[in-house]
């Protein structure tokens, strides 16, 4: 099969990748709107500009990593197996939403004025939201994408080795965002009386939020998964 038989399957799912580029968005400008409270010593107004940058930057950047990958794929991507065409797209997503947070860390940085507590604290929380972007959200979209081209197969007919890896992977997310929490739990209980109400509204607001965009994107793979 030519790589360009499969960009029809590339082209649809644009709903999800809008609507999960705004999630990501507003998870960036809370932490950059955190960050600023704890950390910077910077003019409200300098503050507001520089964490909505960093709000447009987030947004664009997942935008291209949902985007722009497909729009890559030639006559000349040249593998025995359909797969490798999808691995090598959500390949080129990684690396745009690497270098997206890269620079979004850069920006943290500076609306911080390069604070020693928020260079590795932040760095906790990009790579965090970098690999929560990459293996969870992009990984799904690789799986349905897949999907849809195995449901294509006259002779596919695994219903339940799908739903159980479905299901395994919603497992697998839940048993990382219990281990987040509880770190998070810790931060809290070790925070400084005085700041401990605005961490305990930073980190509560971020984990539900998170969670919140985290069963939104498995419950759109299921639904599609079972639509079909």
Not at 16 to 33: D, M, P, Q, R, T
Not at 79 to 98: A, L
Not at 173 to 189: C, P, R, S, T
Not at 201 to 228: E, G, K, N, P, Q
Request: hydrophobic content about 60%; aromatic content about 20%; overall charge neutral.
């Amino acid at each position: 099969m030519s790589a360009l038989e499969l960009v029809s399957i590339f082209k649809e799912h644009r709903q999800f990748a809008v609507l999960a580029s705004f999630g990501f968005a507003f998870l960036y400008i809370e932490e950059a709107w955190a960050s600023y409270v704890f950390w910077s010593h910077r003019p409200l107004q300098e503050a507001i500009i520089l964490i909505g940058v960093i709000g447009v930057v987030a947004l664009g950047g997942y935008l291209a990593s949902f985007l722009f990958p497909p729009a890559l794929v030639s006559a000349t991507w040249n593998y025995p197996r359909p797969w490798g065409v999808f691995v090598q797209v959500t390949s080129w997503s990684y690396v745009i939403v690497v270098c997206v947070n890269v620079i979004i860390y850069g920006l943290m940085l500076y609306l911080t004025q390069f604070a020693l507590a928020a260079s590795y604290l932040l760095l906790r929380d990009v790579y965090i939201y970098a690999v929560f972007g990459m293996f969870f959200f992009h990984g799904l979209l690789l799986y349905v994408r897949y999907m849809q081209y195995l449901y294509t197969m006259p002779d596919f007919v695994q219903p339940i080795k799908v739903i159980s890896i479905s299901f395994g992977m919603g497992i697998v997310a839940l048993i990382a965002a219990a281990f987040l929490f509880l770190l998070d739990l810790y931060h809290f209980e070790h925070a400084s009386a005085d700041i401990q109400p605005m961490v305990g509204l930073h980190l509560y607001v971020r984990a539900l939020y998170a969670m919140t965009l985290a069963i939104a994107a498995w419950v759109w793979h299921f639904r599609w998964i079972a639509d079909h």
